[in-house]
């Protein structure tokens, strides 16, 4: 995960490193282009990477006469702009209009992680795995993120409950059954 979140770092020419932009004051982006917007019936997430695509949404928007400043100079009026404009449209007709237009975007959705784990799709792909546990049952979870081809799948059985290996793990060290039996009577273990 480490070398996820290290994937936004770019080192320039002099040595320096620039790293991902700080969010707007909403917390809803980074940039007027390439931010999350509230629609009349829901959320939408909108990026509009490059100029064209920007002409794009500021088409589909209805501001051409609005937003005329190149996209590299959108700031606060662009991003208010082009919150009114969302605010006036319901997430699949915008989500739609912005798609045909070659602009990406996507609803925001409440509450996925039950349609999440339930996704025959992630399930069978791995993403999404089932596993028993003694004391909870069946448990969905979410599977490592990336597989190596020639490494055996890891995401198998659940996580161990206190004590549950202690035996095996004393055994392993060397110790004889009889001295595991009185570390567990002495209360060393448990």
Known sequence: SAIYLLSELIQRPD????GAPLLNH??????????????????????????????????????????????????VNESRAIAGAVKTRNVAELTSALEQAGVWAEP????????ALNDPQLT??????????????EVKQVGPLFRFSAAPNSAQGHSALP???????????????????????RKIVA
Not at 15 to 18: E, F, K, V
Not at 108 to 115: D, L
């Open 15 to 18: 040595g320096t490193y620039a």
């Open 26 to 75: 909403e917390q809803t982006g980074y940039h007027p282009a390439e931010q999350m917007y509230q629609a009349a019936d829901g959320w939408v997430a909108i990026a509009a990477r490059g100029e064209s695509a920007a002409r794009r949404l500021v088409e589909v928007l209805g501001l051409s006469g609005t937003v005329k400043e190149p996209r590299a100079q959108w700031g």
């Open 108 to 115: 925001c959705r409440q509450n996925v992680e039950h349609e």
């Open 124 to 137: 069978a792909q791995g993403t999404v795995y089932r596993s028993v546990h003694p004391q909870f049952g």
């Open 163 to 185: 004590g549950e290996h202690t035996r095996a793990v004393l055994s392993e060290l060397g110790y004889s059954a009889a001295e595991i039996e009185s570390f567990y009577e």
